[in-house]
């Protein structure tokens, strides 16, 4: 009796993979936190729209490592929210909590 395994279609690997892999923009992830950040930026709270990388405006939505990738951050999806392209451009080293709070204007010091 031949072998069913190859006729079982599998799972697109963003289904597959517990993190969210190298390169390509992750249609799907960008959905699914579209969904739960209203469409807005998590840092400043702007409207994001979705742009082509090649041109990216200071709202085009890009993904973004809460904890850097530079500083030991992990590409785990939880690891990963929607950030405007200015926002994301303009962290630079500071934690991203800092930096919300500076982008919504709560930052006292």
Do not use: V
Not at 96 to 104: A, G, S, V
């Amino acid at each position: 009796m031949p072998s069913t395994a190859n006729l079982t279609p599998s799972k697109p690997p963003w289904l597959r993979r517990p993190d969210m892999g190298k390169g390509g923009q992750r249609p799907e992830l960008r959905a699914t936190l579209r969904a739960k950040q209203g469409g807005r930026c998590c840092y400043c709270q702007t409207k994001m729209r979705i742009s082509f990388s090649s041109h990216l405006l200071p709202d085009s939505e890009t993904l973004e490592h809460l904890n850097r990738r530079a500083s030991g951050g992990r590409n785990d999806r939880d690891n990963i929210a929607l950030a405007c392209w200015e926002c994301n451009s303009g962290r630079g080293t500071i934690d991203w909590l800092t930096y919300m709070t500076i982008k919504r204007g709560e930052h006292y010091g």
